[in-house]
């Protein structure tokens, strides 16, 4: 199982960004998949879920309403769409699918199996 995640970077509080993740060696379909994020000396913390079917996507209260995820099963990939970025925002951002994550375990990082490497998106005021 491999999960790639990419479109981090460099960006202006007020910006917006769009990562993405991609799945392969699994059955995308059937997974569930999670966005966590690890701030400089903090423990990594949900953001965001989309459950196998889409019909569940949990937020963090920090990022509800302006993100948003989606996933593309035809393609393999989970899109965290980031929208009015602040400072705190500044982050590594995760990755992560389960097969058996139940509703509510969606925001447990302990709940997912597999986690990607991780991309980085700092955000300057």
């Known amino acids: 199982v491999q999960l790639q995640a990419s479109g981090g970077g460099l960006v202006q509080a007020g910006d917006s960004l769009r990562l993405t993740c991609t799945a392969s060696g699994i059955s995308f379909r059937d997974y569930s998949l999670a966005w966590f994020r690890q701030a400089p000396g903090k423990e990594r913390e949900f953001v965001a879920a989309?459950?196998?079917?889409?019909?569940?996507?949990p937020y963090a209260d920090s990022v509800k309403g302006r993100f948003a995820i989606s996933r593309d099963n035809s393609k393999s990939t989970v899109i965290l769409q980031m929208n009015r970025l602040k400072p705190e925002d500044t982050a590594v951002y995760y990755c992560?699918?389960?097969?058996?994550?139940?509703?509510?375990?969606?925001?447990?990082?302990?709940?997912?199996?597999?986690w990607g490497q991780g991309t980085l998106v700092t955000v300057s005021s």
């Open positions: 992560a699918a389960s097969r058996t994550v139940i509703s509510s375990s969606m925001m447990r990082e302990q709940a997912y199996a597999h």
């Open positions: 989309i459950k196998r079917g889409g019909s569940e996507t």
